[in-house]
């Protein structure tokens, strides 16, 4: 059986915490339990202080079989930030642009970039698979979209792994590959109606939104869209077209991370549930608790509630 684990963010300690309160003990380095298995759902770096003890600890877990891990965005974009552009030696899959280091900087300053450890990392993350499909269960960081999915098996191994050559193309926008990674890392965007726009949180217009894909009613697009809290109300509450959303047929349940959740633990529908509920946050923001949260999963098909297992230090 299986305990999913969310996106820890280098919040090692918490990652401790739990693993212990899970029932899990540390052995010659490695995080073990007699009866059951770890799923990592992603981002390991990015945020926390305890970036590379985390990327340790998940890392000699999966390599020593005590766990599973899928790719997230962070480790997508590290994978890119360390990776020069074939067609200019100059430049990287991942634009050194000044936002997108303030992004990754509290990694960079921890792996110490261009480290022997650091490029470890790299060859690492480039190992994780972007989905898992097994027997009962789904994972994927943030959007089981099929259709993107099929775009992705022409980019990935039998065991949806990234192939080598594959990553310059992955990272090319407006290529069939980069939607469809974008959708399975970092969720589904659909179109606004025309006319509509919002403003994201630097002011920037926007015409696509972010969405709840998971819904299952009251399907309207200011119902799915996840955008700044001032802005809701530029979202028309118009329906959104039949075939605009992957639907999920509740065969087998899904995890997902990814999507920095409040409040208390809970499945997102019978079938789906998200696993971030925002460790980083509880250490930054004064008005969130984050927690870092697991699912114990024992074969059930319906999820429940008290199934989730969390730790906010």
């Known amino acids: 059986m299986y305990d999913l684990i969310g996106d820890i963010h280098g919040y090692a300690t918490p990652l401790k915490h739990l693993l212990s309160k899970l029932g899990y003990t540390e052995r010659e380095g490695v995080w073990q339990h007699p009866d059951r298995q770890v799923i990592f759902l992603g981002d390991f770096v990015d945020r926390g202080p305890e970036q590379v003890e985390t990327v340790r600890i998940a890392r000699a877990m999966v390599e020593a079989g005590q766990a599973l891990a899928v790719m997230g965005n962070h480790e997508f974009n590290a994978v890119a930030w360390a990776t020069p552009d074939p067609k200019n030696s100059q430049e990287f899959l991942r634009a050194h642009s000044e936002k997108n280091r303030n992004q990754?900087?509290?990694?960079?300053?921890?792996?110490?970039?261009?480290?022997?450890?650091?490029?470890?990392?790299?060859?690492?993350?480039?190992?994780?698979?972007?989905?898992?499909?097994l027997e009962g269960?789904?994972?994927?960081?943030?959007?089981?979209?099929?259709?993107?999915?099929?775009?992705?098996?022409?980019?990935?191994?039998?065991?949806?792994?990234?192939?080598e050559g594959?990553?310059?193309?992955?990272?090319?926008?407006?290529?069939?590959?980069?939607?469809?990674?974008e959708t399975a890392v970092?969720?589904?965007?659909?179109?606004?109606?025309?006319?509509?726009?919002?403003?994201?949180?630097?002011?920037?217009?926007?015409?696509?939104?972010?969405?709840?894909?998971?819904?299952?009613?009251?399907?309207?697009?200011?119902?799915?869209?996840?955008?700044?809290?001032?802005?809701?109300?530029?979202?028309?509450?118009?329906?959104?077209?039949?075939?605009?959303?992957p639907g999920y047929a509740g065969d087998k349940p899904l995890f997902v991370g990814h999507y920095w959740l409040t409040s208390e633990p809970a499945p997102l529908n019978r079938y789906i549930a998200c696993l971030d509920y925002s460790i980083a946050a509880g250490h930054t923001e004064s008005t969130s608790e984050g927690k870092l949260c697991a699912y114990r999963w024992d074969g059930e098909r319906e999820l429940s509630k008290d199934r989730f297992v969390w730790v906010t230090d």
């Open 104 to 133: 990754h900087q509290a990694y960079l300053d921890q792996v110490e970039e261009g480290s022997a450890l650091h490029q470890a990392h790299i060859a690492w993350f480039k190992t994780l698979p972007l989905s898992l499909e």
């Open 137 to 163: 269960l789904r994972v994927i960081h943030a959007c089981w979209h099929p259709p993107s999915l099929r775009v992705l098996r022409d980019y990935t191994d039998a065991q949806q792994r990234i192939l």
């Open 166 to 181: 594959a990553w310059p193309e992955l990272c090319r926008k407006g290529s069939a590959g980069y939607d469809a990674l």
């Open 186 to 245: 970092k969720g589904l965007e659909v179109p606004l109606p025309a006319g509509a726009e919002f403003f994201d949180k630097d002011g920037n217009a926007r015409h696509h939104i972010r969405t709840r894909w998971w819904e299952l009613e009251r399907l309207t697009y200011r119902d799915l869209a996840m955008v700044p809290a001032d802005q809701i109300e530029a979202i028309p509450h118009d329906p959104v077209p039949e075939d605009i959303l």
